[in-house]
């Protein structure tokens, strides 16, 4: 395992063996976190795959594999595991195929779906307009953002404010990046000294870098947050909630795949998989009640 993804682990391995849910043993996945509940197989559904899917027996997956609970790699620094994994092979169940995981980062998600790299994207993506303008998307989970500390500190963040005068970590192409730009003049307006925002190119080294005290405070989804927090409570905090936010899977702006796929998440929720899957990384309150098509628009 390479250095930073091996210290990541370190700060969360003695929490998460209490609870049963470890990284696994050096050098080998765990096999509690390999295991997948599966969605139930359809032919019928199969001929709805592009020939390019049918022909590989596979989606390919894009995932940002740096944000526990939703993706991350495992101890053996190969196998990605987390919700969105999991959810991804549920789906593919569902059309009798497996599925591909392709690691990237959440700036070149889009980028990538536009240029037919993968075939879905389940990356913690908030489909936003910009992002729709360039792709379709079906939504599967109620996130949100969340603001994590060290645990020798103890301001709050109730809002924007509250990160004034700090140095602040987002990860490059993030939502959470957007939205602090778009709030450049919140701390003038309030007569306070700026934010300082540290940009970073995933979870990983987002978290890292607030162990290490290069940040103050780390603003990102509500999931990675709330996730570190719980299993690491001696190494840092949650600072502060925010507003709840809709994830979706993308897919290619206009793919035939759009409606199919949103019925093979239709079904996961009605049949109960999909509730089995939240469970399993603690995201139960996360959950959705029906899935909707948000149509790429100009």
């Not at 390019?52 to 526990?68: C, H, K, L, N, S």
């Not at 980028?111 to 303008?133: H, Q």
């Not at 103890?154 to 993030?174: A, I, K, M, N, R």
């Amino acid at each position: 395992m390479n250095r930073t993804r091996r210290l990541f682990a370190a700060a969360l391995v003695p929490a998460l063996a209490l609870t049963g849910c470890g990284l696994g043993s050096a050098g080998a996945a765990d096999p509690a976190l390999v295991a997948r509940p599966h969605g139930r197989c359809d032919p019928a559904l199969t001929t709805a795959l592009p020939a390019p899917i049918r022909q590989r027996g596979a989606f390919r997956v894009a995932m940002v594999p740096d944000t526990p609970p939703m993706a991350y790699y495992a101890e053996d620094d190969a196998t990605i595991v987390g919700f969105d994994r999991d959810l991804s092979q549920a789906i593919a169940d569902v059309f009798c195929v497996g599925t591909d995981p392709v690691p990237t980062n959440v700036d070149a998600v889009v980028p990538g779906l536009a240029a037919g790299r993968y075939d879905l994207v389940l990356a913690s993506l908030s489909p936003t307009a910009e992002r729709r303008k360039k792709a379709d998307f079906v939504t599967y989970y109620n996130g949100g953002q969340g603001f994590l500390a060290n645990h020798s500190t103890d301001f709050p963040v109730d809002s924007y404010v509250d990160l004034c005068g700090h140095e602040v970590g987002v990860v490059v192409g993030s939502v959470q990046q957007g939205q602090l730009d778009q709030a450049a003049g919140t701390c003038a307006a309030a007569g306070r000294p700026g934010w300082r925002l540290s940009l970073f190119p995933n979870g990983t080294a987002a978290v890292l870098a607030l162990r290490s005290s290069r940040i103050d405070v780390l603003y990102f989804s509500i999931s990675l947050t709330q996730y570190v927090a719980s299993k690491s409570p001696d190494l840092f905090r949650l600072a502060g909630r925010y507003k709840r936010a809709i994830v979706a899977l993308g897919l290619k702006r206009d793919s035939p795949l759009t409606g199919a796929v949103h019925e093979a998440v239709r079904r996961l929720m009605a049949d109960g998989t999909y509730r089995t899957i939240l469970a399993k990384w603690g995201l139960q309150e996360n959950h959705l009640d029906t899935s909707e098509i948000l149509k790429g628009q100009s």
